[in-house]
């Protein structure tokens, strides 16, 4: 007797969902080759912790075999993808954990080569410098006690007499500042 063979990666999201919530083991072990790298760095990208993050994606995977009779998914990475943010979510909601944010003096959408030929690490400082005139005053005195003191979100919060979600949302905001701020020189530098 001879069995069929059958090959899931030429399946597309729509054949493998069905075949999945039809009870097919092979079609989810196929789901979760597929996607389970990119769920991974979804939630390491704000978890930046490998036990916090192998639990999560396994707990999302688990969970979607154990209801997959119950499931009407369309969309099988839009539903993984916002599962695994609903779960960081819960984690942060829960205090389990903290939102983990880069430093951005390191991290800052450069490239090393990029940095070398472009812009020093003192060039880099003095347009943050730059940067922090522009913002508001609690905005900037929150990013340089958690960049320039390396204070904990927890310190800060502590002398400034506000709430660690709010020194978090400063970090997060400012973050997001800089960061655009410096892309736009980094433009500016390779046009010129």
Not at 123 to 131: G, L, P
């Amino acid at each position: 007797m001879l069995l069929k063979h059958v090959t899931y990666s030429s399946w597309n999201d729509a054949q493998l969902v069905a075949s999945m919530t039809a009870g097919d083991k092979a079609a989810f072990d196929e789901i979760y080759e597929r996607y389970w790298k990119k769920l991974y760095n979804e939630s390491f990208k704000r978890l930046r912790n490998m036990e916090q993050v192998e639990e999560l994606v396994q707990s999302v995977f688990v969970d979607l075999w154990s209801k997959k009779e119950r499931k009407s998914i369309i969309n099988i990475y839009a539903y993984l993808i916002t599962a695994v943010r609903y779960q960081v979510y819960m984690l942060y909601k829960k205090g389990q954990t903290l939102p983990q944010f880069e430093e951005p003096l390191e991290h800052m959408a450069l490239s090393g080569s990029e940095a070398d030929s472009l812009l020093n690490e003192k060039e880099i400082r003095n347009y943050i410098a730059v940067w922090l005139a522009m913002q508001p005053e609690k905005r900037g005195e929150i990013f340089r006690m958690k960049f320039m003191e390396e204070m904990t979100t927890r310190e800060i919060s502590e002398k400034l007499g506000i709430s660690q979600k709010t020194v978090q949302n400063q970090v997060l905001t400012s973050h997001a500042s800089l960061k655009q701020f410096l892309e736009r020189l980094m433009v500016m530098m390779s046009i010129l």
